[in-house]
């Protein structure tokens, strides 16, 4: 069974930074896709960035400019370099991985806040 572990959440200013970490139990080659996504109170669950076929990345338009996902592939785990924090980001973040049979795998998720 695969296991995706976050970390890296927090409670942080607007206009500050944090990096969330996702750690998966087997290599991230094993995935069609890897990523983030995000679920704030009372919205649907969102794609915040993801890496497709090991280097193709994608951001949510919102995310765009200030976030940037990245991978170490060596340590079985992907990032997310959080810049420019606004409370709208305020959510809790989810890693999410899609293997090459269609199955789909979560993490625990982690809260991220973002006020002053």
């Known amino acids: 069974q695969v296991q995706l572990v976050e970390s890296g959440g927090g409670l942080v200013q607007p206009g500050g930074s944090l990096r969330l970490s996702c750690a998966a139990s087997?290599?991230?080659?094993?995935?069609?896709?890897i990523g983030w996504y995000r679920q704030a109170p009372g919205k649907q669950r969102e794609l915040v960035a993801s890496i497709r076929s090991g280097s193709f990345k994608d951001y949510a338009d919102s995310v765009k400019d200030r976030f940037t996902i990245s991978s170490d592939s060596a340590k079985n785990t992907v990032y997310l370099q959080m810049n420019s924090l606004k409370p709208e980001d305020t959510a809790v973040y989810y890693c999410?991985?899609?293997?090459?049979?269609?199955?789909?795998?979560w993490g625990q998720g982690t809260q991220v806040s973002v006020s002053s």
């Open positions: 087997e290599s991230i080659f094993s995935f069609s896709s």
């Open positions: 999410r991985a899609l293997s090459f049979d269609a199955r789909f795998y």
